[in-house]
Structures are given as C-alpha cells and as structure tokens.
C-alpha cells in the first residue's frame, strides 16, 4: 500500500488524489529498476554522451517493456498501483497520471541521490552503491 493514511481515493471534489510516495512505493520502484536491467538502461542512458548509470548487465531474456521512457513508466505504474488498496481503484481511469508520477519520483531520488553523494565526496568518504554499506533500512523519501 502506497498511502498510510485512509483514503477513499477520491477527495470531496472528486478529483483525483496525488500520489504520495512513501517507503513502500518507493521500494517497489527501487525493486523494480533493480530486476528490470533493460529498463532501467532505457530510462538512464543519455544518448548525447552515450554513458549510461552503474547499471547491472541484462539477464538473459531480459527485454525492455519498450524503447520509450513513457512507455517504461507505464509499467512501473503498472506494477504499483494496479492491485494498490488506495490507487488500484484511481488507476485504470487514469492512467496518463501515473507514469507522470512515477517519472517525477524517479527525478526527485536522483536529485536526492546527486544531493548526498556531493555531500560525502565533500568529507573523503566516497559514495559506495551497494545497498550492504547501509546502516538499517534505506529511506528513499
């Protein structure tokens, strides 16, 4: 479940609540990006340079859900919200707001991410990627 508060999915002016990523989401996102390696080459890769993020080589059989980043967070949406005891209801009557938002999170933890790791280049420590250098449970909101 994605919000920790009851909802009905709905506010009383029967719009369309936001999507407030908490833990839960955003694990599910982290996880993921993790076993989707092609999608996440396609949502990281920069054509200009050519370079892509520390990306995991593809499993064999590991095919991308498609060649577009709009199309790749459709799936992730999908993924989430699809059976979410709060969104699963709001989902299928609006899914060009979804992917919307799983794109705007994904920019949000990269901008977290670039925020920490100038902070500890700063001390000398380096940023390590293995999530086994972290004490406890990452917060990735």
């Excluded at 990523?21 to 993921?32: E, F, G």
């Excluded at 892509?52 to 709009?70: L, M, R, V, W, Y």
């Excluded at 705007?104 to 280049?121: F, G, I, P, T, W």
């Amino acid at each position: 479940m994605c919000l920790t508060i009851p909802v009905t999915g709905k506010n009383l002016l029967g719009r369309v609540l936001p999507v407030q990523w908490d833990t839960t989401c955003t694990d599910q996102l982290i996880t993921w990006l993790l076993t989707h390696s092609a999608n996440h080459h396609i949502l990281f890769h920069d054509k200009n340079t050519g370079e892509s993020s520390h990306t995991t080589p593809a499993a064999p059989g590991d095919k991308p859900s498609s060649c577009n980043k709009k199309e790749v967070h459709l799936a992730i949406a999908s993924h989430i919200f699809t059976n979410d005891p709060v969104y699963g209801g709001q989902w299928a009557a609006n899914l060009e707001r979804y992917p919307v938002s799983v794109m705007n999170h994904l920019v949000s933890l990269k901008d977290k991410y670039h925020e920490h790791a100038k902070r500890l280049n700063q001390t000398g420590a380096g940023v390590a990627p293995r999530m086994d250098n972290l004490c406890g449970k990452p917060s990735w909101v």
